[in-house]
């Protein structure tokens, strides 16, 4: 199966969609278990109690409690718009933003950043002029209240579908702007499920082709994919990266195989850091990540950095290489925006 190809199905009755490049898994989403917000969802919250020492606050959504981190000017009984930014771990709030953001296949909506801006991967200027007319023109009269960021996946596409996607999220951004801020705790937005989110952010480049059927997943490998996950990744030149969750951070550990040579060992590191943000996405991973990485020379890690450091740049998920501990392993930080894949398989 060689190209992008978009795979629409369920898993465990819920709707799951997986991005396959090339025949091999690429990415992955799968419908929550469970009534908790997901990340994307917007409601109106009511704020509950302050959290001394952490500079936030509660605040009481419908059938739950979220966490904010701002709390100057907040008092308890206020009500507020906020919008949910990942999931929540066990026994913790659910996180939210009072920044709103409301993204589509070409446009992002931005309430608190009024002003227009093109996505820099688009750098041919007679493109820009034109998705720049385009987007002053969809958004005539409503320039001081909203911002938008034109995405990637704009380059090409005709006038009228550009011009219309904008229309439906600036309409739907009005509307829950409009909405009253005091009253109860209430979803005012849903979460987009996963094959809206596969058709809106695996848009660039198009996919070669979309399967949309029951059992696609096993008919494609997907289900394959998934149970392989459970164990380690073969690298190129037969080293081995092994990802393994525990309840204070992610742990991974890259070994040469037979060859223990620096040389293999920086072979194999160059691997697993261009495979980690897969492996990562995957099994939707994130956190404090330590990476113990294969014997090298001390002068090789800047330039494994830079490997990583690329890698990451092209993951959806944001990831931050902290440094390197006195033991030698690298250290990460990823940003929660999706369930572990155990969690997110279960029934």
Request: net charge negative.
């Amino acid at each position: 199966m060689k190209g992008r190809s978009v795979i629409l199905d369920e898993i465990a009755g819920r709707k799951a969609a997986a991005l396959m490049v090339d025949g091999r898994l690429d990415d992955l989403f799968i419908d929550p278990p469970g009534d908790s917000p997901a990340p994307g969802a917007i409601l109106r919250a009511v704020v509950d109690r302050q959290v001394k020492g952490q500079g936030g606050v509660f605040l009481r959504l419908p059938g739950g409690s979220a966490f904010l981190r701002q709390a100057k000017g907040l008092r308890p009984g206020q009500g507020l718009l906020v919008q949910v930014t990942g999931h929540a771990e066990p026994g913790k709030a659910v996180p939210v933003t009072p920044r709103l953001l409301f993204k589509s296949r070409y446009a992002i909506v931005t309430p608190d950043a009024p002003g227009f801006n093109v996505s820099r991967t688009i750098r041919d200027e007679d493109e820009r002029d034109r998705l720049l007319e385009i987007l002053h023109d969809a958004m005539a009269g409503a320039a001081d209240q909203l911002g938008v960021i034109l995405r990637s996946a704009c380059a090409g596409v005709a006038d009228a579908a550009i011009a219309e996607d904008i229309a439906i999220m600036r309409g739907l951004a009005q509307d829950i702007l409009a909405e009253p801020v005091d009253g109860a705790p209430e979803l005012l937005l849903d979460a987009p499920d996963a094959h809206t989110r596969a058709w809106r952010d695996w848009a660039d480049p198009d996919p070669d082709e979309v399967i949309d059927r029951p059992g696609s997943f096993a008919e494609t490998g997907v289900l394959d994919a998934l149970a392989a996950l459970s164990g380690p990744e073969r690298l190129p030149g037969g080293g081995t990266i092994f990802v393994e969750p525990t309840r204070a951070l992610v742990a991974v550990d890259v070994n040469t195989g037979p060859d223990t040579s620096p040389a293999a060992g920086l072979k194999a590191n160059i691997a697993a850091a261009r495979a980690l943000p897969r492996l990562l996405r995957l099994r939707g991973l994130a956190g404090q990540i330590v990476i113990d990485f294969a014997p090298m020379a001390k002068k090789d890690r800047a330039a494994l950095e830079q490997v990583l450091s690329a890698a990451f740049r092209a993951d959806p998920v944001e990831t931050t290489l902290i440094g390197w501990t006195p033991l030698g392993h690298a250290e990460l930080t990823r940003k929660r925006e999706r369930l572990p894949l155990s969690e997110a398989l279960a029934p």
